[in-house]
């Protein structure tokens, strides 16, 4: 059977050590999942300091919103 | 996975409670969960009108080299910078830990969820097995220009700040209460509506396909 694949927005190790565990030790592939994790172009990334407190600017979700990847961590 | 996320304040700081951040400038990195963690952390202690924040990059390494320059009184950060922060003799005058949250689209296949769940939750398993074994995964990505980052040992790691947990459905009350005091900061707009927020039938297929599978509570 094909893998599934998935494609997810960039994550560090402070909030996604286990996801990258699970990547390196082949912990997806075990699972029939090939998991992607895109990369942020240029153009998707803003400073937070232009945004403020109540109207932010972050750079998570952009990539889903394009299609790009399935999910992202909020 | 849960953030660690600590209030810090740099050496020669007078700040050693919370409380003496009132109507002090704090520096957060608006829209990302270490800010509403630092807000939260700063209204348990001081009246909100009391709360002072400057809009601090996303970079934690940069947050606290600001922090070190005098940009601010005191900012929140995260691991590596947290025990980077620690060695060069910043206080942490507060620290909470707060919900990693994955969020996806209302198409999302609950067999592919599924599979993602059953690899993060091994691996969860095996990380909380041995955690000093994975810490090097701290001095990746953001932290690879880092000096101060690559500089540290895995014995300087405090491992108590590496929290992992199997991933769960997201509780609607803990959703619920996030929605309520993002919105009495203006963030968000609007009540609360938990259907169109998390798509119960997704989340509850993926997690039961998960624990169904053979083998889904090994190593």
Known sequence: ??????????????????????????????EGLDLRMASREARDIRSTTEGTLMSPVTNQGRLQERGEATMFQG | MIVCAALVVPPTSDVYV?????????????????????????????????????????????????????????????EPWITVAEKAGCRLVSITFFHGTWVAGPDL?????AAFLRGVARAVRRINADKRRYVSYFKRGWAEGDPQVQALTAD??????????????????????????????GVLRGDFDVATQINRKVEREAHELAAATPGAHGL
């Open chain 2, 156 to 185: 300087d790691f405090n491992l108590g700040r590496i929290v992992l947990r199997e991933p769960t459905p997201i509780p609607e009350d803990e959703a619920r209460w996030a929605w309520d005091w993002m919105a009495s900061w």
């Open chain 2, 109 to 113: 296949d609950p067999q592919l969820y």
């Open chain 1, 1 to 30: 059977m094909a893998p599934m694949t998935m494609t997810i927005e960039p994550v560090s190790a402070f909030s996604s050590l286990d996801v990258l565990v699970a990547m390196d030790e082949g912990l997806f592939a075990a």
């Open chain 2, 18 to 78: 919370p409380q003496e951040l009132a109507h002090k400038p704090v520096g957060l990195d608006y829209g990302n969960g270490t800010a509403y963690a630092g807000l939260q952390m700063l209204e348990g202690a001081v009246p909100r009108e009391a709360i002072t924040t400057r809009a601090a990059v996303t970079h934690p390494g940069e947050r606290l080299a600001a922090l070190m320059r005098g940009e601010f009184a005191a900012t929140v950060l995260q």
